[in-house]
């Protein structure tokens, strides 16, 4: 099985690094794919992790924003749309959610509680994050702003590194290209490099924010989850 790390990196595959496959209970594929088989500490340390990356990743995208040199492709979309609205970033982050996880439907895409984590946890806890982050002095000093931006690149890795790990299933965006790669038999990095350039394009028409730190993120994030997915997956 593979899973799309982040913008900048292509799949990662996700399994024994050896591609062996391992036999006996509480081991393995199967094992790693079914939280049912697993012992008891191993599939508890599952879930906490899954919720542990979950809220780090809901962190790490209010610190793009604040920032204000750019966020990643999605929640510049999420941005734009929330600007053109009454609604708050976070309700905009669940809803395009949603609409993307209807997409999984043609493309018969199977949600896993993962899935639903990711949706619920991520979108219940931007807009308190961002409530936070908005007592920073205004405006911040530029070297704070670069500060932001690179606390949440490497933060947004682990947060990826921590719920991809686990393999409970891929957030919704992931499952759009997973799927779309499936249905299409495209490359993964030619069908996420068009969803994201579609989604970034979007936003930014509808005024999200798109700049330095939409590039770092573009160019960084797929290292940083490389060099963390192997150590933080639960095998």
């Not at 594929?29 to 809220?55: F, K, N, S």
């Not at 005024?207 to 770092?216: H, I, K, P």
Request: aromatic share 4%; no cysteine; hydrophobic share 50%.
């Amino acid at each position: 099985m593979t899973v799309r790390t982040a913008p900048g990196d292509g799949a990662v595959p996700v399994g024994p690094p050896d591609g062996t496959p391992t036999t006996g209970p509480g081991s393995g594929p199967a094992a790693a794919d079914r939280p049912e088989l697993l012992p008891t500490t191993r599939r508890a340390r599952r879930y906490v992790q899954l919720i542990v990356g979950l809220v780090l990743y809901a962190l790490s995208i209010t610190l793009l924003v604040r920032a204000g040199l750019g966020s990643t492709p999605w929640d510049v979309l999420s941005q734009g749309i929330s600007r053109r609205t009454d609604l708050s970033f976070g309700t905009i982050t669940v809803l395009v959610s949603v609409v993307v996880l209807l997409l999984w439907v043609p493309l018969r895409q199977r949600p896993g509680i993962g899935t639903v984590a990711n949706v619920v946890v991520i979108g219940a806890l931007v807009d308190p994050f961002l409530a936070l982050l908005a007592r920073l002095p205004e405006p911040l000093p530029l070297a704070a702003r670069i500060g932001l931006v690179v606390a949440g690149i490497v933060l947004n890795g682990l947060a990826t590194a921590l719920y991809v790990g686990v393999r409970l299933g891929p957030g919704p965006r992931d499952g759009l290209m997973t799927g779309l790669v499936a249905r299409t038999g495209g490359s993964t990095r030619l069908v996420r490099s068009s969803i994201e350039v579609v989604v970034v394009t979007a936003g930014w028409l509808l005024g999200g924010t798109v700049g330095l730190g939409t590039l770092a993120y573009a160019l960084a994030i797929g290292p940083v989850v490389h060099h963390l997915l192997p150590r933080l997956t639960v095998r």
